[in-house]
C-alpha cells in the first residue's frame, strides 16, 4: 500500500484537483493506496470543504492536522505517524501525477532489497532530470521506521524540520545517497507546477517558502557535514 501524502498551506482551492489526478494516475495500478492531504490545524474547515465532495467513504483520502512544525517537514513527519502504507509517496499540492508513475517507481524500489528511496522526475529540476536528485520521493515506510531519513535524529523522522521550506530534500536525498539506498526512476513522471517554470501563478504560499531561503540555505551548509561523513 502507498500513502502518497500531500502538505499544502494556504491552497484548499487547488487540493480537490490534485487529489483526483492522484486517483486518475493511479487507475489500474493493483496495490492500495491513500491520500493524506496534511495541513495546518486553523485550515482544516477550509480544506474539509475544498474536498468535502470527493472524500472516499473507504477512507482512501483523508485530512490530517500537522501536529508538529509549521512547515512542510512538519506535515510529512505528522502525517508518518498515521501513514498505513508500507510505502510513502512524498508529495506536495502542485504536482501533476502522470499515468504510471507508481508502477514505475515502484518497480525501481524492488529492483534490489537495499532500495529504499525512488526520486521520481519533476520535469523541472536540472539535478533532477540528472537523475541526481529528487525534490519528491518513494520512500520504504522500514526505512524510516527503523533508522529514519535524518541523520542526528531518532528513527521516526523523514526530514529535519529546522529548515523553514528549502533544502529539506536536498538533505534527505544527501542523506540516502550517502547510505547507498538511493536510485532515480526518470520514468515515473510526477510534474511539479512550479511558478518559475511558468506551470502555476505565484502565491502566497511560494512567498512563504521563499521567505528565509538564506537561513535555509545557512543550516544546509552546517548540516551537510553530517551525511557526508557518512560516505568517507
Known sequence: MISIIVPSYGRPERVASVVSNIRDSMNGY????????????????????????????????????????????????????????????????????????????????????SI???????????????GYHATHYLVAADYIRDVGGVVDEAPGQVLHEGYDHNFVDTEFIGTAKARAVFVPCLEAVVEHNHFTAGKSDKDSTYDKGYANLQEDADLYYARRHLWWDISK
Open 30 to 113: 493493483a496495490p492500495r493506496y491513500e491520500i493524506m492531504v496534511v495541513v495546518e490545524d486553523s485550515e482544516i474547515a477550509a480544506y474539509a470543504d475544498a474536498l468535502g465532495y470527493i472524500t472516499s467513504e473507504d477512507g482512501s483520502t483523508w485530512l490530517v492536522t500537522n501536529e508538529l512544525s509549521t512547515n512542510y517537514a512538519g506535515a510529512v513527519n505528522t502525517a508518518v505517524k498515521y501513514a498505513r502504507g508500507d510505502l510513502y509517496m512524498i508529495a506536495a499540492d502542485d504536482l501533476t501525477f502522470h499515468t504510471g508513475w507508481a508502477m514505475y517507481a515502484t518497480r525501481n524500489m524492488n529492483a534490489l532489497p
Open 116 to 130: 529504499k528511496v525512488v526520486g521520481t522526475n519533476d520535469l523541472l529540476n536540472d539535478f533532477v532530470l540528472q
